[in-house]
């Protein structure tokens, strides 16, 4: 007994130090574990509260790009429904039926882009109606899903992020594959597994596939930058640029899918 | 000024100038300083290991809570503050084992060989654990170039501006 206190007395430093550095490697760990329950995460209220007064001083720097982003959505939305109002009464039937999803404008006040593994917070939580695994957009594209979210806070995993992959198909074409990020630059983004039979074309449109609950089917993603075909295993690599500046975020929206729970549960019934 | 007030003012100064200003600024759009690193270089030097260790891994683990990046500048700076008085010895030699070092009076180039070995390892810490993959090896090294860089220029600019003051 009297030698292990020794021992201890003696290499205290070194076993303190081996116990924070464990503490700290355990931390790591689980931060870099998607879907699991953080420990210590910025949608706590102290930073979150501190995210939020700076992003409220910040955002006056970038009001002129806002502006024109949100004009250029306007613009769009215009058009879809100068199309909408166009067309003949069933397709409108078909319309009505889309919007089992629910769209909640919230904005991002802290972004990261530098890291292999990005998260995001959002300004709204649990009280706004934010819920994990809801999808978040912005007016460009895809920005990241909603991993956890506090009573006024949200933590959104970044398309960014090297843990998480994301069905996606192209717009004029049936072809799927996953969308992942490899960390090297934060404009583009890699679409693997997509089947040699596929027609690719340099621009080709990259939109959300439908095999996923989380993101509505065609929510724009990028275009093909560049691809080559991996002859080993007969799947392209191609190289996504994004149509978000993901290095400066603003407003998004939180998508809702209101048939989800149903949809969860007959997943569910059916694994058994 | 009361020492431990200095300290606790600068732990709470240096950590939200990082995350609040310094983890937005973007050198050349891909480089970040790590300014409160300077927390770990300038605690005093006679201060016991065990203290300065934990003071180093709560500064840490507060920048790590607001960048959601679990411990890893928690062990980055955990690992700095534990090789720290190695590194006084290895730059300043004899006045160090002698208690008589007195910072501000020392050389520049001593001064930087310190500085730089200290922001040195913490970066590189930094930068494997949050790769934590080998493959990303490249992305280490040259992230961990380019930073250590800007924030050795960064800390000695502060240091010889904090030294003018006390003159």
Known sequence: ?272 | MNSSLKHSLRFIGLLLLQVLVLDNLLLFGFVNPYLYVLFVILLPLNMGKIQAMSLAFLLGLCVDIFSDTGGVHAAACLVAAYLRPLVLRFSFGINYDYQTLKFYQEGFKERLTYVALIVFVHHLVLFSMEAFQLKLWKFVLTNTLYSFTFTTVLVMLIIALIEKEKK
């Open chain 1, 1 to 272: 007994m009297q030698q292990i206190i020794n021992f201890i007395i003696r290499y205290q430093t070194g076993l303190f130090f081996w116990l924070l550095f464990f503490v700290a490697i355990l931390l790591t760990i689980q931060a870099n574990t998607y879907h699991n329950a953080k420990f210590f995460s910025a949608s706590n209220s102290i930073s979150g509260w501190f995210y939020k007064k700076s992003a409220a001083t910040t955002a006056y720097f970038k009001l002129a790009e806002e502006n024109k982003i949100l004009s250029e959505e306007n613009a769009w939305l215009r058009e879809k429904f100068h199309h909408l109002t166009e067309k003949d009464s069933i397709d409108r039937v078909s319309f009505s039926q889309e919007s089992e999803y629910s769209f909640i404008p919230a904005r991002i006040i802290s972004n990261s882009y530098r890291k292999p593994s990005n998260y995001l917070l959002l300004n709204k939580g649990e009280k706004d109606g934010i819920e994990a695994d809801m999808a978040i957009i912005s007016s460009r594209g895809i920005v990241g899903i909603v991993e956890e979210s506090s009573k006024n806070y949200a933590r959104i995993i970044s398309i960014l992020n090297t843990n998480i992959s994301i069905n996606a198909s192209f717009q004029h074409a049936p072809h799927f594959g996953s969308l992942v990020w490899n960390s090297a630059s934060p404009y583009y983004a890699q679409l693997l597994d997509v089947p040699r039979s596929a027609n690719i074309q340099v621009g080709d449109s990259i939109v959300t596939g439908g095999n996923s609950l989380i993101f509505p089917q065609g929510i724009p993603i990028g275009e093909v930058n560049s691809f080559f075909l991996d002859e080993n295993i007969g799947y392209y690599q191609i190289e996504v640029k994004l149509f978000n500046d993901m290095t400066s975020l603003g407003s998004v929206y939180a998508i809702k899918l209101h048939s989800k729970e149903e949809a969860i549960e007959l997943l569910e019934n059916s694994d058994e």
